[in-house]
């Protein structure tokens, strides 16, 4: 199928093109929405968020709404007739937007896409810009899944890593959540903060098991440059990360969860049920198709990837001339293909297919095996849970030329 006689953006990369020209009409396809916007900066943040003391009057809410529907409708323009089988909205703190804000924003991509039957809707939310009628709302609109941003339950943890609500607040919204009617809900925990104790970890691990969710993501903390946090440690005034804590809290994460009738199926990702796994996560790392929405968003459609301009501003102001938002590209090949297969495919429970391996690939698995880094089942390699704390180095192991 051919693209649009009249495309929205004439400046689109050749190379793009194509192979959205390959890949137009097809299957389903995942949508992610990014909104900058946050309250304040995490002191660990590197994520392209922006407050709004940064933004000044440069942008605004108003002004990235109206370049999001833009992209919306290109992107449907270029992608035919494919449904979208899951939604993400992410940032930053998409719940700064409220609950007629998030409705909207659902409401935009119904008007340029099909959403498929059943598809996942999830927003992330932090704990203190929501309420029981904020969830009431946002089910409404037809949002399935919330994913919450809790870190820690302790107080002086929170502190550390400059969250603002209070300890107890994320397992009230999970229940406020599930008041309203959701099914699926996350907390996101972090672990291996300078400061926190095993007490500490126990204590976050006894709220989220108190609370009614069927997904827990547990991140060892990671000092990202450019960061306050990064800062703070190269002037002393905390420790970096210790990589033994951070082995040791894995496990007491998994150990814990795993006793409550959570199982994981990523190495940061833990679900209770066959349907509690997030859709749109796993979309990523199967690589499948998907589509960024916003500034800074990255998207990958049959074998382009590119990402857009990082700043609001630049952003809107680019579709408002309708321009590419694109500020970069690139067409994988066959080896970067195959190795993104390789080093996501492997974190994922369902394992890394032995069919994906090359024949001195396949030799170095089976000696991960002997390692008890790796074990084979169904055809496909699955990390252990020693291999689940060494995840990189393993596959590191596997891609040595």
Sequence with gaps: MSLPATP????????????LRAQRGGE?????LHVPFCASRCGYCD???YTAGELGSSSSPQSWSEAVRRELDGAADLLGSRPVSTVFVGGGTPSLLGAAGLADLLAAVRNSFRLAPGAEVTTESNPESTSPEFFDAIRAAGYTRV???????SSHVLAILDRTHTPGRPAAAAREAAA????????????????ETDTDLDVTLDAVLAAPVDHVSAYALIVEDGTAFARKVRRGEIAAPDDDVLATRYERVNERLCAAGFDWYEVSN???????????????WRSEDWWGIGPGAHSHVGGARWWNRKHPASYASALSEARW???GFEVLTERDVHVEALMLRLRMRSGLPASLLADDERTRAEEAVRSDLLRFAG????????????????VRQLLVD
């Design 379 to 394: 055809g496909a390699y699955v990390l252990t849970d020693r291999g689940r704390l060494l995840a990189d180095g393993v």
């Design 270 to 284: 833990w679900g209770r049920g066959t349907d509690s796994a997030c859709r749109h996560n796993e979309a990523y």
């Design 325 to 327: 938002p694109g500020d």
């Design 147 to 153: 994913s919450l941003g809790m870190q820690s339950a």
């Design 28 to 32: 389903a396809i995942g949508l992610y």
């Design 47 to 49: 994520f392209n968020t």
């Design 8 to 19: 929205r953006w004439r400046d689109l990369p050749e190379p793009v093109a194509h192979r």
């Design 180 to 195: 309203a009617g959701f099914d699926h809900i996350n907390l996101d925990v972090i672990y291996g903060t300078p400061g």
